[in-house]
């Protein structure tokens, strides 16, 4: 095999151990392809994930979904001094995956999971979709490639690694994909409470100027009414991008306030943890309201997780101090 240098390279795809943010005894188990990606890549530098998530107070409801809870690279380059550049393709991806390999750099690839054998019972080999991985080890010759993707560290081999690295476009006009590569420090930063409160702080002066899960309410028995006329399909496609993608999201506040205040049972990590609960209970609810086409029960399900979102706020703006955008 003609494998290129590893970052990582003690990893092995038939031995990993996931982070606990992805742990069994999670609420989500997952929460979306690029955050996942980034607490596996953190934890294989011997990094706190959880440092990282200070950013989710800013969530918004978007209309007809939440905001896709991404940690912000700035926020990276603060907390653990890695740098995220976007990478130009005007070769073959997998060339310029391997060149920045060779430089000591993990490549961020947008992909389509139809191709990923870690999505087995998903997506895979059964429905087309857009997501990220990153490449820690390739192989052009054999047709291999480890990689970071949801929960832990894959195999990417034969035809999978063709339809990954070959299936862009017709040939002609070729769909080129968004490729980041990290640039790693010297030596990783290690967690500093004091800058992550900062950077917290700064956070919180950027929420949401009215409680989303209040909106998302409101108009949640529309939405669900809207789902319901729809192929089975979409409800998943709906779900992922509403009640999982908040749940998750206050999940991951949950573990960065417990790292930062030093306690599991703080208000702020308790009030966020019920927002995760209501979110996946309120995700059984949605199917059996489409299944009835009954959608009046749906807004009383929310409620815990509204009143839990003020508390979140109210403990967090009273613990760091942070300025009001709504007032």
Request: contains cysteine; aromatic residues 12%.
């Amino acid at each position: 095999m003609n494998l290129s240098p590893a970052i990582f390279p003690a990893l092995d795809p038939n031995a990993y151990s996931r982070h606990f943010l992805h742990g069994e005894d999670r609420i989500w188990t997952e929460s979306n392809c690029y955050s996942d990606l980034w607490v596996e890549v953190l934890h294989a530098m011997g990094l706190l994930p959880e440092v990282a998530f200070g950013f989710t107070v800013t969530q918004d409801f978007e209309g007809d979904q939440f905001t896709f809870a991404k940690p912000p690279l700035e926020d990276l380059e603060a907390l653990f001094g890695v740098s995220v550049q976007e990478l130009a393709i005007f070769d073959d991806v997998a060339a310029h995956v391997e060149v920045q390999l060779a430089r000591g750099r993990l490549s961020l690839v947008e992909v389509d999971s139809y191709f990923l054998p870690d999505t087995q019972g998903l997506s895979y080999r059964t429905s087309h979709g857009k997501t990220s991985i990153a490449i820690n080890r390739l192989d052009q010759v054999a047709h291999r490639a480890e990689y970071f993707h949801g929960r832990g560290y894959h195999l990417l081999e034969g035809a999978d690694y063709d339809g990954v690295f070959k299936g862009y476009g017709d040939g002609a006009t070729p769909f080129l994909p968004y490729v980041e590569f990290i640039k790693f420090p010297a030596i990783p930063l290690r967690s500093n409470r004091n800058l992550a409160g900062e950077i917290l702080r700064r956070h919180l002066a950027r929420r949401p100027r009215d409680n989303p899960l209040r909106a998302f309410q409101v108009q949640l028995p529309k939405l669900a009414e809207a789902v319901s006329a729809r192929e089975p399909s979409y409800f998943h496609l709906f779900a992922f991008n509403t009640l999982r993608q908040f749940g998750a999201n206050f999940e991951l506040l949950a573990s960065h306030v417990a790292w930062l205040e030093g306690r599991p049972d703080a208000p702020g990590v308790v009030a966020a943890t019920q927002i995760a609960t209501t979110a996946k209970a309120c995700q059984f609810q949605l199917a059996r309201a489409c299944a009835r086409k009954n959608f009046d029960a749906l807004p009383l399900a929310m409620e815990p997780a509204v009143d839990a979102y003020d508390q979140v706020m109210t403990s967090l703006v009273a613990q760091w101090g942070a300025s009001s955008s709504r007032d």
